[in-house]
């Protein structure tokens, strides 16, 4: 596993209609030298869910939150209430947390910068982003977050529009690296094939040499 500094806790919606945020927010996590991880990575019945996000929040120093997704339920009629409960989770662990929690800190994201404001004004002083419902603008706020988030300045993290064109070819790639896996297509990956699609993709691509083939 990787250290607590390089861990990034995904908080988001699981749903195909988010799917492609998530994977976007996975590419550049990793693209910026980080690791992605979401409760999304267990699948053991022995411990609860919430067991399972308090393990993967207590061993990230970073967290994304997207908080978006305020419709009402199409059956239920209810909203979705558990981006904000992580959020809470991740603010608690930092403000009652050991020293080293207490060095945690956060993304915020949601469709549009000031639209929490109406749904739950209690987090105002955070760094809310926008990302427009689209993968580009998410890629461009968590790199530059991510950026300022590197304690090694000297290590070089490619630009939100470098790092988009180097998902754009990844997702292009993808047909073929899902082959080897025995997967019909990307819709079978499950997260933890997506992130060590990524991982793999990336060191078969490193920035240098992909700058050569692919200059500005």
Known sequence: ?????????INCPFDDAYRPLFDALIFVVHDCGFFARCAMETDDSGDTRIQKLFEIIR????????ISRTELDAVNGLPRFNMPLELGMFLGAR????ADQQRKICKVL????YRYQKYCSDIAGQDISSHDDEPEPAIARIRDWLRAAQPDSTIQIPSGSVIFRRYEQFRANLPVLCRPLGLSGEEDLIFVDFRNLVVEWLKQNPLAEWLKLNPL
């Open 95 to 98: 403000a009652y947390g050991d």
């Open 110 to 113: 949601d469709r549009d910068k």
């Open 59 to 66: 061993s990230c120093r970073l967290g994304i939150h997207d």
């Open 1 to 9: 596993m990787p250290s607590y500094d390089e861990s990034v806790f």
